[in-house]
């Protein structure tokens, strides 16, 4: 799986679907100009998957071109309950035993289908934007190193005892209507909280807390009058680099009952193993799962209070505090591929600075509270002299870093010198996408890394000045109304860049700024390089945006990585019994609140991913009893949080293997009916000539009473 970096982390089933949620916006009288935003329930956006997905949109003729690399912004939600073997560089392919094509093809196939889907539903419409604050739902994890930043600058957010200020507890939401029945058809949201409600030991796969605020939110409005049937929720991240979950902090699960060490995420032992930080829900043993699901729900809960509250203003016909129209018909775009190894540039008090060639220091091998490294490395004091000399010897093997790189990256121990490294390819990526879209007074700061929550407050901070003095110019040309600039931060996209700091949280050196691969001007960088660009979004259109060509791209390794996961060999049923029987079916009567399970004679789920279908459904008998046919109608499948899909294998010299499904109606949002229903499992054997058979298991029927 791929989050933790951990090999052990195996997967081993299903507890949520991902997702690719696709979103367009683009301008009614320049059919060009128009910007592609997705989500996806992964880790992050990645290099191989970007290209991939732009070919596969190139494949698919003229209609398609006006989508391309300035226009296309490929998010994760940052979840770290996916799948591995996906990303583009070698450093995050080592974890999960290098790349997987089936995980690369299935994300990218995806992705294009709901870009298409997207494209084909485009019309004429409406946006609005509003904001609302979020309770319970994120704290955070390095707050020593967020200390460091000035008390001045830290103030301006401490608004309150339940909002120091120390993470951003807004929810951004961005309201897709159609114009023709004022319909609503879509929201995309922005909030900081990291993918990390379920726990390192977890082998289902899921898009954590993210994917269940999608989910509810979609479920939620589409039984509803105002909204279009296959309306589309996107929970994107935003500037969540320190930013955990798991708010009841950081403890030591060493007995001692004691918070770990507020400076370095240790425990009595002096090590970070211990120290786990806690959900709402920690002390349930199901590897993080209630939390997520509750965290999930806060987020999902204040989206859609906010989403009520823009329509009771549409129908009051008022301009709600809440509510934002974004105004003006431009809609633009820039994407630059820019070399961030050797970058020299002057900060806006005149010092000349560089960036470095990508580096990861000691720290960063400490993991987080989230989840802690398995090693003898710390947040905050990890070096050369204090860790075990096995680790000085790895870091040489792999490059020793020079006294120029020291110098560049200090006070950064390094650990391991990556950015000079190809052997046998690059090991984590130099060039980075720099991307901003805009639509009216709307920007998006699109980041290649996870922003912590200063960075990303002075990052948005240097693009709403600068677009505020582009809006005032506009007005001057354009007599535009005068709407102050709104601006976000998404991602990690595009190319995953591992952290950006702040100078100060990056002289502390715990794990985020020990992750900070370009050095200690690697976020003035970014907005030095995000402020050259902007201009070109200025509606008078007198700077003509970037352009790929003459620069360096970032090398697409997805058909020359290593792999070494093994494929599915073949699958046999045991004797005497056949694919999809029933080896413990479920019980005859149940209530609300029960959980319900039976086991199926298996097959490898990897012969068939099953896209845009699933492995198991719940069905509820809806005919009636006099009627000579039954019919029975899918009331959950495995998009359903409460529906879980567990494999097994038996026998890895037989083949055989088994699958349970479990339905916990105590997960269930609403009460369930009551009424007559089954488990299906659908599923498809190998044969060891390789041919792959579909086949389908059904449970014995049950009753479930109010």
Same mark, same amino acid.
């Given at each position: 799986?791929?989050?933790?970096?951990?090999?052990?982390?195996?997967?081993?089933?299903?507890?949520?679907?991902?997702?690719?949620?696709?979103?367009?916006?683009?301008?009614?009288?320049?059919?060009?100009?128009?910007?592609?935003?997705?989500?996806?329930?992964?880790?992050?956006?990645?290099?191989?998957?970007?290209?991939?997905?732009?070919?596969?949109?190139?494949?698919?003729?003229?209609?398609?071109?006006?989508?391309?690399?300035?226009?296309?912004?490929?998010?994760?939600?940052? /979840?770290?309950?996916?799948?591995?073997?996906?990303?583009?560089?070698?450093?995050?392919? @080592?974890?999960?035993?290098?790349?997987?094509?089936?995980?690369?093809?299935?994300?990218?196939?995806?992705?294009?289908?709901?870009?298409?889907?997207?494209?084909?539903?485009?019309?004429?419409? +409406?946006?609005?934007?509003? /904001?609302?604050?979020?309770?319970?739902?994120?704290?955070?994890?390095?707050?020593?190193?967020?200390?460091?930043?000035?008390?001045?600058?830290?103030?301006?957010?401490?608004?309150?005892?339940?909002?120091?200020?120390?993470?951003?507890?807004?929810?951004?939401?961005? +309201?897709?209507?159609?114009?023709?029945?004022?319909?609503?058809?879509?929201?995309?949201?922005?909030?900081?909280?990291?993918?990390?409600?379920?726990?390192?030991?977890?082998?289902?796969?899921?898009?954590?807390?993210?994917?269940?605020?999608?989910?509810?939110?979609?479920?939620?409005?589409?039984?509803?009058?105002?909204?279009?049937?296959?309306?589309?929720?996107?929970?994107?991240?935003?500037?969540?680099?320190?930013?955990?979950?798991?708010?009841?902090?950081?403890?030591?699960?060493?007995?001692?009952?004691?918070?770990?060490?507020?400076? *370095?995420?240790?425990?009595?032992?002096?090590?970070?193993?211990?120290?786990?930080?806690?959900?709402?829900?920690?002390?349930?043993?199901?590897?993080?799962?209630?939390?997520?699901?509750?965290?999930?729900?806060?987020?999902?809960?204040?989206?859609?209070?906010?989403?009520? +509250?823009?329509?009771?203003?549409?129908?009051?016909?008022?301009?709600?505090?809440?509510?934002?129209?974004?105004?003006?018909?431009?809609?633009?775009?820039? #994407?630059?591929? #820019?070399?961030?190894?050797?970058?020299?540039?002057?900060?806006?008090?005149?010092? #000349?600075?560089?960036?470095?060639?990508?580096?990861?220091?000691?720290?960063?091998?400490?993991?987080? /509270?989230?989840?802690?490294?398995?090693?003898?490395?710390?947040?905050?004091?990890?070096?050369?002299?204090?860790?075990?000399?096995?680790?000085?010897?790895?870091?040489?093997?792999?490059?020793?870093?020079?006294?120029?790189?020291?110098?560049?990256?200090?006070?950064?121990? @390094?650990?391991?010198?990556?950015?000079?490294?190809?052997?046998?390819?690059?090991?984590?990526?130099?060039?980075?996408?720099?991307?901003?879209?805009?639509?009216?007074?709307?920007? @998006?700061?699109? /980041?290649?890394? &996870?922003?912590?929550?200063?960075?990303?407050?002075?990052?948005?901070?240097?693009?709403?000045?600068?677009?505020?003095?582009?809006?005032?110019?506009?007005?001057?040309?354009?007599?535009?109304?005068?709407?102050?600039?709104?601006?976000?931060?998404?991602?990690?996209?595009?190319?995953?860049?591992?952290?950006?700091?702040?100078?100060?949280?990056?002289?502390?050196?715990?794990?985020?700024?020990?992750?900070?691969?370009?050095?200690?001007?690697?976020?003035?960088?970014?907005?030095?390089?995000?402020?050259?660009?902007?201009?070109?979004?200025?509606?008078?259109?007198?700077?003509?945006?970037?352009?790929?060509?003459?620069?360096?791209?970032?090398?697409?390794?997805?058909?020359?990585?290593?792999?070494?996961?093994?494929?599915?060999?073949?699958?046999?049923?045991?004797?005497?019994?056949?694919?999809?029987?029933?080896?413990?079916?479920?019980?005859?009567?149940?209530?609300?609140?029960?959980?319900?399970?039976?086991?199926?004679?298996?097959?490898?789920?990897? *012969? *068939?991913?099953?896209?845009?279908?699933?492995?198991?459904?719940?069905?509820?008998?809806?005919?009636?009893?006099?009627?000579?046919?039954?019919?029975?109608?899918?009331?959950?499948?495995?998009?359903?949080?409460?529906?879980?899909?567990?494999?097994?294998?038996?026998?890895?010299?037989?083949?055989?293997?088994?699958?349970?499904?479990?339905?916990?109606?105590?997960?269930?949002?609403?009460?369930? &009916?009551?009424?007559?229903?089954?488990?299906?499992?659908?599923?498809?054997?190998?044969?060891?000539?390789?041919?792959?058979?579909?086949?389908?298991?059904?449970?014995?029927?049950?009753? @479930?009473?109010?």
């Amino acid at each position: 799986m791929m989050g933790y970096a951990d090999m052990n982390q195996v997967g081993g089933g299903l507890r949520q679907r991902l997702q690719a949620r696709a979103f367009i916006v683009g301008n009614l009288e320049k059919p060009s100009e128009r910007f592609v935003y997705v989500v996806l329930d992964t880790l992050a956006g990645d290099t191989a998957i970007r290209y991939g997905i732009l070919a596969g949109l190139a494949a698919l003729g003229p209609e398609y071109s006006v989508y391309g690399p300035h226009n296309v912004a490929i998010t994760g939600t940052h /979840s770290h309950a996916g799948p591995g073997g996906w990303m583009n560089y070698l450093l995050p392919q @080592i974890t999960s035993k290098g790349f997987h094509k089936q995980s690369y093809k299935a994300i990218v196939d995806g992705t294009v289908l709901a870009i298409c889907r997207a494209h084909e539903s485009l019309q004429p419409g +409406r946006l609005t934007a509003g /904001s609302i604050k979020v309770k319970g739902a994120n704290i955070n994890r390095s707050l020593f190193a967020y200390l460091a930043n000035p008390e001045g600058e830290r103030a301006r957010y401490n608004i309150s005892g339940g909002d120091d200020g120390s993470v951003e507890k807004d929810l951004t939401l961005l +309201r897709f209507q159609r114009a023709w029945d004022r319909k609503n058809i879509g929201v995309l949201t922005w909030f900081p909280t990291h993918g990390t409600s379920l726990l390192g030991n977890n082998s289902l796969i899921a898009g954590d807390n993210k994917g269940v605020a999608a989910d509810l939110f979609e479920k939620s409005v589409r039984r509803r009058h105002d909204a279009d049937e296959l309306f589309v929720a996107g929970f994107s991240q935003a500037n969540m680099g320190d930013v955990s979950p798991n708010v009841l902090g950081a403890w030591c699960e060493d007995g001692s009952g004691e918070r770990c060490s507020f400076e *370095n995420s240790t425990c009595g032992d002096g090590k970070c193993q211990h120290c786990h930080g806690r959900g709402p829900f920690f002390r349930e043993p199901d590897d993080g799962a209630k939390s997520c699901f509750e965290i999930g729900k806060r987020q999902f809960e204040a989206a859609r209070e906010l989403y009520d +509250r823009l329509a009771n203003a549409d129908a009051r016909a008022l301009d709600a505090p809440d509510a934002r129209p974004i105004r003006g018909s431009w809609v633009k775009s820039f #994407h630059v591929f #820019h070399n961030m190894s050797d970058f020299a540039f002057q900060l806006p008090n005149g010092t #000349h600075v560089r960036t470095c060639p990508a580096a990861l220091g000691y720290s960063f091998a400490a993991g987080t /509270s989230d989840w802690p490294g398995h090693f003898d490395f710390v947040q905050h004091g990890s070096n050369r002299s204090n860790t075990s000399p096995v680790w000085k010897a790895v870091s040489g093997f792999l490059k020793e870093p020079g006294p120029s790189q020291m110098a560049c990256h200090g006070p950064k121990p @390094i650990l391991l010198d990556v950015g000079d490294v190809s052997r046998p390819y690059a090991w984590t990526p130099n060039v980075v996408d720099m991307q901003v879209f805009r639509v009216g007074q709307f920007f @998006i700061i699109v /980041s290649p890394g &996870e922003a912590t929550t200063m960075a990303g407050r002075r990052w948005k901070q240097a693009v709403h000045d600068a677009a505020e003095r582009m809006l005032a110019n506009e007005r001057s040309i354009k007599g535009s109304d005068g709407d102050k600039p709104f601006v976000v931060l998404g991602g990690p996209a595009n190319s995953y860049t591992h952290y950006i700091t702040t100078l100060e949280e990056y002289a502390v050196q715990r794990y985020e700024g020990a992750s900070t691969l370009y050095g200690p001007h690697t976020l003035a960088a970014y907005i030095n390089r995000t402020l050259h660009f902007l201009p070109s979004l200025g509606a008078a259109g007198d700077v003509v945006p970037p352009r790929h060509s003459g620069r360096p791209f970032p090398p697409d390794n997805s058909n020359r990585s290593l792999s070494f996961i093994p494929g599915v060999v073949y699958d046999r049923a045991p004797l005497f019994r056949h694919f999809g029987d029933v080896q413990e079916d479920a019980g005859a009567v149940y209530r609300h609140g029960d959980t319900i399970q039976a086991t199926f004679v298996g097959a490898n789920p990897r *012969n *068939n991913l099953r896209q845009e279908g699933t492995f198991t459904a719940v069905e509820r008998l809806v005919s009636a009893p006099e009627e000579e046919t039954e019919e029975w109608q899918v009331v959950r499948d495995d998009t359903d949080w409460s529906l879980v899909f567990r494999w097994r294998r038996l026998s890895e010299v037989l083949g055989t293997s088994e699958v349970e499904i479990t339905w916990e109606t105590g997960s269930e949002v609403d009460a369930v &009916e009551p009424g007559v229903y089954r488990l299906r499992y659908f599923g498809d054997w190998k044969s060891v000539t390789g041919t792959t058979t579909g086949f389908e298991g059904v449970s014995g029927r049950f009753w @479930i009473l109010e």
